[in-house]
Nanobody
Framework: QVRLVESGGGLVQAGGSLRLSCAASGIIFSSNTMGWYRQAPGKQRELVAEITSGGSTIYADSVKGRFTISRDNAKNTVYLQMNSLKPEDTAVYYC????????WGQGTQVTVSS
């Protein structure tokens, strides 16, 4: 059974930083593409960043240069370092894994105050 558990969300002022973590179990972590999506109220869920098993990364244009995704295969954990946060980054952030099929975590709330 796939389990993805996010942590690290919270309330931060604009310009601040947060680091999200996602601990995975029930998957062959090193083979999975791992990613972060987010969903703001009234909006569709959107890709924030993904990292492949080989370490290649992609980012949404809105977060390039501010967010960094990384993974630690020894700890079965993927991270999202978020710097220079903006109020428009406020959303529920979801961890995902993909290897033939996509699995989702429960999400963690990130709120950025102006």
């Amino acid at each position: 059974q796939v389990r993805l558990v996010e942590s690290g969300g919270g309330l931060v002022q604009a310009g601040g930083s947060l680091r999200l973590s996602c601990a995975a179990s029930g998957i062959i972590f090193s083979s999975n593409t791992m990613g972060w999506y987010r969903q703001a109220p009234g909006k569709q869920r959107e890709l924030v960043a993904e990292i492949t098993s080989g370490g290649s990364t992609i980012y949404a244009d809105s977060v390039k240069g501010r967010f960094t995704i990384s993974r630690d295969n020894a700890k079965n954990t993927v991270y999202l370092q978020m710097n220079s946060l903006k109020p428009e980054d406020t959303a529920v952030y979801y961890c995902t894994s993909y290897w033939g099929r996509r699995s989702w975590g429960q999400g963690t709330q990130v709120t950025v105050s102006s």
